[in-house]
């Protein structure tokens, strides 16, 4: 900066040579210079400002919109792992209910056959009582009938008639042959 200072001084000025040569004028070259720094102001507080203004919100918008994308799908991954959970849990819900609703069933079926299966030997007791009643009265009223037909048999036989003590002398005779 010293040497310019020291050619401005010197006589043969070098600026106005520089001046001269190229044709520059300073009092229109600082005029310029002025204007320039004003549009460059003024662009930069109405123009420029509120361009970068608008642009940094739109970033922060921006941001704001992909943060609450990240956080929606954080949520749809809980929302998705919460509900696998419940539809696991459901499964083993469902599977309990139906290995209970089985092992009941398998109780039920247990108790039935066993009321059956009572019920079946209770019908038989019963047949098989029936039975030897139905036997015994019919041997009885074998022994009765056999009886009165010995006695019947006897009296056509011998030709006379029996009497009662007769009769019941040989109707005991054949009840104990028959017994035996």
Known sequence: MNSLIFLAAASNNPIEQIQKTFGANVPALVANAISFILV??????????????MLLERREKIAQ????????????????????????????QANKIIEECRAASARITEVEMQKAVQAAKDIIE?????NEAELTRMKTELRREVGRLVVATSSQVTGK???????KRLADDTNRQLAA
Do not use: H, M, W, Y
């Open 40 to 53: 460059a102001i003024i662009l930069k507080v109405f123009a420029i400002g509120p361009i970068q203004k």
């Open 65 to 92: 919109g992909l943060a609450a994308a990240d956080k929606a799908k954080a949520e749809l991954a809980n929302a998705q792992a919460k509900t696998q959970e419940l539809l696991l849990q459901a499964n083993v």
């Open 126 to 130: 019963k047949a098989r009582q029936s």
């Open 161 to 167: 008639i029996l009497t009662i003590d007769d009769q």
